[in-house]
């Protein structure tokens, strides 16, 4: 069987590889403030944007998007204007 | 400071004199923060930070974004003066009426200025003032902490 894969193929593959919206913990940025944020973001319900919150103090990071890449960007920003320290990262394919 | 959001979504704010002198001070503080970008001053990393683990996607990420992070954060320096220059000035209050987009403005602007005054304090989730010894920073990180937390009550 062929593994050879095309360079059309592969952009197809690359565009439709989801991005990594990761939120890293400050000891700063309120917990409160943090569960808002990701409600106002990513429209996520008060339980879940509680979770990733959570995920966040205990565990140093948490992924809150998995997403496409020019999605995954624009919520970057909005996370940045809000104060978040948050990263933008590849998925491996 | 007392607070207070309003049937029709205002949030009112009324502070002291004293305490809403504070204020004035505050924007010229973070606008020279974004201006200078002074990589030296750990405010600059705070406010603008690292967007990738991956300096090849952080650079691309660049490339499409430019400056915008940092352009939006002095419009919102702006918008929060315009605010206080609106200010209702009585003998010893002096009342803020804000708008739904302004409330908004008020807790981005003050969570700027604690990234601000917080990363230069180097604070740490186990940072413990000692209250006899604030120095006027951390006394200020401290007043605009619990701003902050009123404001956010409000239903941020």
């Known amino acids: ?93 | 400071m007392k607070a207070k959001r309003k049937k029709n979504g205002t949030v009112e704010l009324s502070f002291a004199t004293e305490e809403a002198a504070i204020l004035l001070e505050l924007p010229r503080q973070l606008r020279d923060t974004l201006i200078r970008q002074n990589e030296a001053d750990p405010a600059t990393a705070r406010l603008l930070p690292r967007v990738s683990t991956n300096p090849k996607v952080a650079a691309e990420y660049k490339a499409l974004v430019g400056d915008e992070l940092r352009r939006s954060k002095l419009e919102r320096v702006d918008e929060f003066e315009a605010t206080i220059r609106n200010a209702e000035v009585g003998r010893s209050k002096v009342l803020f009426k804000l708008s739904p987009e302004e409330y908004e403005i008020w807790i981005g602007f003050l969570n700027d200025m604690r990234l601000m005054i917080g990363s230069q304090l180097d604070i740490t989730e186990n940072w413990d003032p000692d209250f006899d010894t604030l120095d006027p920073d951390e006394w200020l990180y401290l007043v605009l902490t619990s701003m902050q937390c009123e404001l956010i009550d409000l239903g941020f």
């Open chain 1, 1 to 93: 069987m062929s593994t050879h894969i095309s360079g059309q193929t592969k952009e197809a593959v690359e565009l439709d590889t989801p991005w990594n919206v990761i939120v890293w913990n400050d000891p700063i940025n309120l917990m409160p403030y943090v569960t808002r944020v990701f409600q106002k973001v990513f429209g996520y319900s008060n339980e879940l944007a509680t979770k990733l919150m959570l995920e966040v103090h205990h565990n140093g990071k948490s992924l809150v998007a998995s997403e496409a890449r020019e999605r995954a960007e624009f919520h970057l920003l909005q996370l940045h204007q809000y104060g978040l320290q948050a990263t933008l990262e590849k998925t491996e394919s």
